[in-house]
């Protein structure tokens, strides 16, 4: 198995994108896409005694990690829906409901025509329109129905859920830059290997987590992770000689290994041997002297974070079909984002800030159930000159694409649970 690697600080950037879902009522079902879930070692066997005298704390950090997982992805629907609703409001739009969640409501309350509420199913959320209400009390031709308004007061509100993201995103990595700092990784020398499989080749050649490949024969001095992964594709069941650079007994001291693999043969024929490569990146922090030092910092971060973001949701619809069985909802996320609180809690402004561009790039495709969908419906309207598309044709498109990502997020759901660690070790 040769995979990218989530490092729980999210060093890499190796995130893909959170998909949600809407209609006319702007509803959203958050889905992750490709995201690897940091796995956890376990070296030591310890004594019942160690093992329960641990289990409190341990126990309680999970909970804490996440609750907060949980929150910064309940806080991103929130800020989604909050700007389709604030937008609907500025231009005098009638709303009936705010929502988080799907399914029954925890909490409602009701402030002047609007209700909130706090529903059990955590899928996402939704800003309710009175349009098709027949019970709303509102006149079919009311001018102040979602429907009934001009184009451009349609765009600004399907839109303002992708915008607040974005302008959400940016405000979280600016406190990032003012707070902790902003990441700034230097390139190094050779591929590192995170992690090695217990009995694959790379383990019965002596490979080992932490090894830092420097050099093999017919690449570079300085591999990359993708010339190495195409050299074991193409080596199966040949000797593939690989120089190493190991940890010494000393903090800095390292020495130089020679070692040689024979990769396994896949069942599509290609070699395999059972490793995770990332680049060797050293990752510090930069604090801002002042603030226009942070605002530098910040939109640094927020344009490489931005393309990562979108390099990946193109990559992902390139290869849609190698990358399915690593669709993940948010199940995954909250996972991940523990993980990530566990490890370091300065992880989740990225974390976060990342969830917040994933969920604005995927609403901006043009599919059914996305926003990017209903502004394409709109601006397909504006093109045929203000001649409204029947409305049956474009309940029918909406409903089904609301059907097909419920139905994807269900499933997601109940098997990204199934492989939680906790499950599978029931």
């Known amino acids: 198995m040769i995979t990218t690697h989530l490092s729980p600080t999210l060093k890499h ?13 702007h509803h959203h079902l958050l889905v ?21 005298a641990a289990a409190a704390p341990d126990l309680l950090a999970s909970v804490e990690s996440v609750a907060s997982a949980a929150s910064v992805l309940a ?33 409602r309350f009701r402030l002047g025509p609007v209700e909130y ?29 979602l429907r009934n308004r001009p184009v451009p007061d ?10 607040a993201n974005l302008a959400f995103a940016f405000l979280i990595v600016y406190a990032q830059a003012l707070t902790v700092g902003v990441p700034v990784q230097a390139q190094l020398p050779g591929v590192l ?10 383990a019965r050649a002596g490979l080992l987590p932490g090894d830092i490949i420097l050099a093999v024969p017919g690449a570079a001095p300085d591999p990359s992770v993708p010339v190495l992964v195409d050299l074991i594709k193409a080596s199966p069941s040949k000797k593939v000689p690989l120089t190493v650079s190991r940890a ?85 996320i909250i996972a991940v984002g523990a993980e990530v609180a566990r490890s370091s809690a300065d992880g989740l402004f990225q974390f976060a800030a990342v969830i917040n561009l994933n969920l604005a790039a995927i609403n901006l495709l043009p599919l059914p159930a996305l926003d990017g969908g209903t502004l ?38 109940v098997r990204d649970t199934l492989n939680l660690d906790f499950i599978k070790e029931m």
Not at 36 to 52: I, N, Q, S, T
Not at 82 to 88: E, R
Not at 126 to 142: I, L, M, Q
Not at 193 to 198: F, R, S
């Open 248 to 332: 010494g007994p000393g903090a800095v001291d390292r020495r130089s290994v020679e070692l040689t693999v024979v990769p396994d043969t896949s069942a599509d024929g290609m070699g395999r041997i059972g490793v995770q490569l990332s680049p060797n990146v050293m990752v510090t922090r930069v604090r801002p002297k002042n603030l226009a030092d942070a605002t530098v910092l910040a939109v640094r971060e927020f344009t490489l974070l931005t393309g990562t973001v979108f390099d990946g949701l193109r990559q992902t619809l390139l290869n849609f079909s190698q990358s399915a069985e690593k669709v993940s909802g948010p199940v995954a």
């Open 75 to 107: 806080a991103i629907v929130l800020v989604h829906e909050s700007g389709h609703f604030l937008a609907a409001a500025s231009r005098g739009i009638h709303v009936s409901q705010f929502s988080i969640g799907f399914g029954p409501a925890l909490a």
């Open 376 to 413: 394409a419906l709109i601006l397909l309207e504006a093109a045929r000159g203000g001649r409204k598309i029947p409305r049956e044709v474009e309940q029918g498109i909406m409903s089904s694409g609301i059907l097909v990502v419920l139905m994807v997020g269900m499933f997601l759901i």
């Open 193 to 202: 290997v995170p992690e090695v499989l217990p009995g694959s080749a790379a």
């Open 13 to 25: 950037r190796f995130l893909s994108p959170l998909h949600s879902t809407s209609q006319s009522h």
């Open 117 to 145: 509420a706090l529903r059990a199913i955590p899928l996402g959320g939704y800003v309710g329109f009175p349009d098709d209400d027949p019970e709303s009390g509102f006149a079919p031709d009311d001018p102040d129905l």
């Open 32 to 52: 992750h896409l490709p995201l690897p879930l940091p796995r956890r070692h376990r070296h030591l066997v310890k004594p019942a005694a160690a093992v329960a």
């Open 154 to 163: 349609r765009l600004l509100v399907v839109s303002a859920g992708v915008a």
